[in-house]
């Protein structure tokens, strides 16, 4: 079962409330995704931890009902 991309936005701007999300279905088959966050709450963090905070946020829905995710997270420069 695909997981609809409002879903994962409700996650996503749940755990990090401040985030510029840029969130695109590239295949149109709820299944794979591009995701883009932009937050300070990623600062101090190596990638590799970024990374697990948003896989954290995603409540256990990746490998299973969101099958592939390209995922890059981003520091606000301002």
Known sequence: MAMPSDQINCLIVQAFPDAHIDLKDFRGDND??????TSALFGGKTRIQQHQMVYE???????????ALSLKTQIPTE
Do not use: D, K, R
């Open 32 to 37: 794979h995704f591009l995701l883009t966050i």
């Open 57 to 67: 946020a995603l409540q256990g829905h990746m490998g299973t009902t969101l099958h």
